[in-house]
């Protein structure tokens, strides 16, 4: 069982910088490969971005390339979303996520409660 909680979020201007965290608990946080989602009013949830379980490889949607950066710390049991140049349509409730190496993201087992990102024009 692993227990994730994301923090970071807030009010930004557009152009501005975010770092969301997602600390977690319980066992082997280094077996898992941690994805971020997110998802807008009235909108399905989306994928961001991906971040293999040793941090070998990251993936990115492509309205985020360039923009924001997935990373993690096996130590501190932590992954990291940096964001960049942050545009309103990037307003959201962003989740991280736990899943088996190589699942598809449906498959993620593990999910945390959010954190609220809003982007002001």
């Known amino acids: 069982q692993v227990q994730l909680a994301e923090s970071g979020g807030g009010l930004v201007q557009a152009g501005g910088s975010l770092r969301l965290s997602c600390a977690a608990s319980?066992?082997?946080?280094?077996?898992?490969?941690m994805g971020w989602f997110r998802q807008a009013p009235g909108k399905e949830r989306e994928f961001a971005a991906r971040?293999?379980?040793?941090?070998?490889?990251?993936y990115y949607a492509d309205y985020v390339k360039g923009r924001f950066t997935i990373s993690r710390d096996n130590a501190k049991n932590t992954v990291y979303l940096q964001m960049n140049s942050l545009k309103p349509e990037d307003t959201a409730v962003y989740y991280c996520?736990?899943?088996?190496?190589?699942?598809?993201?449906?498959?993620?087992?593990?999910w945390g409660q959010g954190t609220q990102v809003t982007v002001s024009s």
């Open positions: 996520a736990a899943g088996r190496p190589g699942s598809d993201y449906e498959d993620y087992m593990y």
């Open positions: 971040i293999t379980w040793n941090g070998g490889s990251a």
């Open positions: 319980g066992r082997a946080f280094s077996a898992y490969d």
